[in-house]
């Protein structure tokens, strides 16, 4: 090889090398095919009862526009709980309380189940209705030291992505599938319950044991709310209710009903209170306060873990020492709350109200 | 053209291949900053806060915090950015090991302990100490401030602003250079709720330890007044590695602010558990509750006996210690401690990596189970050999946390 040769493939080599670029190649490029919010609904058939309420409700365009958003879909399952069977069921709304119910599906920001704060519950975010949104995530798996960790995430009660569909990336945000449409009304715990009208007893038991006053604006309440029905079937009527002389009859009776504290039922994962009693046997409970005005005695639930159907309600002896005294206590159970919750989690602006499906006290068990 | 190298006899070829080799091999250089800490300390943190939520205490602090050192404010008093930056830092689990194995063992972000999976300068090896699990971090005055935060993988400086307006604890600490600390956020009061750090000036590298020996330290940093309080008020998530129900009492309800230790070593080739007759039941140290002071226990020493077979050296020792208020006696191994004794008796057993396993005489008394205090390795042409190690036992509140420290040792060789 001549000399001019060599020098001339060596500077060729020297330029070329000079100029290699190394271009940043990114294997994982996001996709550019994500739909927007109501695209997407309008395109997945276990959505669609979602989508026509976001149509009738005229926010298409709103929930497709670029941005960012959490999305938390309510499954046509979900409508079909509290009744809503067609997208023509939808015409019994009018437009605008569609469009609140469905902007208390979307929060804006972005939002992974990830980032909810874990082990802790009532974590309020706004959403676009302009009101909260408490968000839970909680650890439910039983045995702490278990790998298989069961966590569950859960939005004003509603759990988050029953099968696995959650943090479903959008291209205006982010889609996580909800077990049940989130019932928020702009009322007072009290409004509510008159507002329902079929919950006449347990109104008219209230106000003559002297509660319906304390449920005032500017605490948080939980009801357990037995509907007309289930205190008649006890022959508890508002007449028979009223003419209970409150001097004998203990105020338990209807005190029972009421938490002073707000919770979603689901809440009742986390709680773990332990009560002992007796020679080292102990009883798990998720909730148990002394009922306000007969301190004596107190309501609880058991949590969720373990039971099979749900939380179970109870009154006792407050603090029971001897034995594990369920006294007056009814097996009253929730539905199970894959398939039913949509009875509970009714949050107004001072509460939480739950369907109960039994009665927990009669009369003679108050009377003192 | 190349006349030098003609005449120095090297081919032009050669000369043009070396050339193009070394562009080669210059183009691909780069340049590495190594950072150095001038005049480090040596700082691992722990955060000792476990807390109970029932629907009452819902509200109150949640226990995973943000460690800031030196922390940057803005002009609304909200911390932008630190010096140092410990995150996700959990509630501590019973064991920190003496090597940082937390990095490589998990995929979530949350921080058993700092420096644990943050990405810091590591200590050195200081007179024949590993310091791998601690972190360099500049000597002097510092501030140092814990946040509680929400267990969720966003980044502390990411969070909503509402998380980043009140500190759990603020202070100031003054490290001096070459020291190794260990800082412990912990609950001071289990009534008033009050939180504070501990700051712990360690001694082991200062000691002549010898290597043929297990030492160990105990400290009590329970809150005040944790024992007294009604169990219902208690957490039960103790930190044991095996949560073991019908054992809870062991220590799960805290033990008396004055406790005297004893330790029994026991063989795990005997069928039956008996303990080697001069460290049986073994008085060691009468332990006092302390969260204040920053002063290192005395260490203890039990024995390690290697005994050399085929390539092996192990020392098939475990180690159970007893805490035994001053006045109660031993009665019973059997005898659980808690409640049923008034919180005046406890104990723990260390065997094995403490995830459990029986040992031959099925010492079923286990109490809450720690890894052992000899670590047994492949090390040299022995497998495996036992190494004495460093280490301390902090009771705080109703849980049991063992820190091991061990010395440099051989690599394997196969």
């Known amino acids: 090889m001549s000399m001019k040769k060599m020098t001339i493939y060596g500077c060729f080599l020297v330029v070329t090398m000079l100029s290699c670029n190394k271009p940043d190649i990114r294997l994982d490029n996001p996709n550019d095919a994500l739909r927007p919010a109501a695209e997407f609904a309008r395109n997945n058939y276990a959505f669609s009862l979602l989508s026509a309420a976001i149509v009738k409700a005229g926010l298409e365009e709103e929930l497709n526009k670029p941005g960012a958003l959490t999305m938390w879909a309510p499954t046509d399952a979900a409508f079909n709980r509290i009744g809503i069977r067609s997208p023509a069921d939808f015409d019994n709304y009018d437009t605008e309380s569609l469009r609140q119910l469905v902007l208390n599906h979307v929060q804006p920001g972005k939002l992974m189940v990830e980032s909810i704060p874990l082990g802790s519950v009532n974590n309020r975010y706004d959403n676009a209705a302009g009101n909260n949104s408490w968000l839970a995530r909680i650890d439910i798996t039983a045995v702490p030291t278990n790998p298989n960790r069961t966590i569950r995430a859960y939005v004003n009660g509603a759990q988050v992505g029953i099968d696995n569909r959650y943090n479903i ?45 304390m449920l005032t604006d500017d605490k948080q309440w939980t009801i357990m709310a037995p509907a007309d029905s289930i205190f008649e079937r006890q022959g508890m009527t508002v007449e028979s209710v009223t003419e209970l002389d409150t001097a004998v009859y203990g105020k338990r009776l209807f005190g029972a009903y009421i938490f002073p504290v707000r919770f979603f039922v689901s809440d009742l994962g986390l709680f773990k209170l332990k009560l002992f009693v007796g020679s080292g046997a102990t009883v798990e409970l998720g909730v148990y ?14 949590p969720i873990i373990g039971r099979f159907n749900g939380p179970g309600f109870f009154v006792n002896k407050t603090f029971p020492q001897e034995s594990w005294d369920m006294v007056y206590t009814y097996a009253v159970s929730y539905p199970d709350y894959r398939s039913n919750w949509s009875r509970s989690n009714h949050l107004t602006r001072n509460g939480c109200i739950h369907h109960l499906d039994g009665v927990v006290l009669l009369p003679y068990q108050a009377h003192d | 053209m190349f006349p030098r190298c003609r005449t120095a006899g090297i081919q032009p070829q050669r000369y043009l291949r070396c050339m193009v080799i070394g562009i080669v091999l210059l183009s691909g250089c780069a340049k590495i900053d190594f950072k150095t800490v001038k005049e480090p300390a040596y700082l691992r943190v722990f955060n000792n806060l476990r807390f109970k939520v029932t629907i009452e205490t819902q509200d109150q602090a949640l226990s995973t915090l943000t460690m800031l050192i030196n922390p940057v404010y803005d002009g609304d008093g909200l911390p932008v950015s630190a010096a140092t930056v410990g995150d996700f830092l959990v509630t501590r689990p019973a064991y920190a090991p003496p090597y940082p194995s ?16 943050e990405r810091v300068i590591a200590g050195p090896i200081l007179n024949g ?18 946040y509680v935060r929400p267990k969720s ?23 001096l250079a070459g020291e190794v600390y260990t800082l412990h956020a912990l609950e001071k009061d289990f009534d008033t709720k009050e939180k504070g750090v501990l700051l712990r000036q360690e001694i082991f590298h200062k000691l002549a330890l010898a290597d043929s020996l297990v030492y160990v330290n105990f400290y009590n940093m329970s809150a005040r007044g944790f024992w007294q309080a009604d169990r219902s008020r208690k957490p039960e998530d103790m930190n044991t590695l095996v949560k073991n129900t019908y054992w809870e009492d062991a220590l799960g309800q805290g033990v008396r602010d004055e406790m005297n230790v004893y330790c029994s070593v026991y063989d795990d080739r005997v069928q039956r558990p008996t303990s080697l007759p001069s460290f049986t039941k073994l008085f060691l140290t009468h332990l006092l509750r302390n969260n204040e002071s920053p002063a290192a226990a005395p260490y203890y020493s039990l024995p390690l006996l290697t005994g050399a077979m085929a390539n092996t050296a192990r020392s098939p020792f475990y180690q159970k210690f007893f805490l035994l208020a ?89």
């Open chain 2, 129 to 146: 100490f590993d310091l791998s699990s601690w972190a360099q971090v500049p000597s002097g005055k510092m501030r140092i401030a814990f």
């Open chain 1, 289 to 302: 306060t002394p009922i306000m005005g007969d301190e004596s005695f107190s309501n609880g639930i058991t």
């Open chain 1, 169 to 213: 990336p959008l291209s205006n945000g982010i889609f996580h599938e909800i077990s049940e449409v989130l019932k928020y009304e702009d009322a007072s715990v009290r409004e509510w319950l008159e507002k329902k009208g079929h919950y006449k007893v347990l109104i008219a038991g209230l106000k003559h044991f002297g509660y319906w006053d």
């Open chain 2, 102 to 117: 937390h990095i490589g063992n998990s995929l979530d972000k949350y921080n058993p302990e700092f420096p644990g999976k």
């Open chain 2, 153 to 175: 993988e966003v980044p502390f400086f990411d969070l909503e602003a509402r998380y980043r307006t009140a500190p759990l604890i603020d202070t100031t600490l003054d490290l």
């Open chain 2, 326 to 414: 001053p006045g109660f006696d031993f009665r019973d191994d059997e005898q659980a401690g808690g409640v049923e004794s008034n919180n005046q008796y406890a104990f723990f057993t260390c065997f094995s990596n403490g995830n459990g396993e029986t040992s031959p005489g099925g010492n079923l008394n286990w109490g809450p189970m720690l890894p052992n205090l000899i670590v047994t390795t492949h090390s040299g042409i022995y497998n495996p050999r036992s190494f004495g190690t460093v280490n301390s036992i902090e009771i705080v509140n109703g849980s049991v946390h063992l820190i091991t420290v061990q010395r440099v040792y051989a690599p394997p060789v196969y």
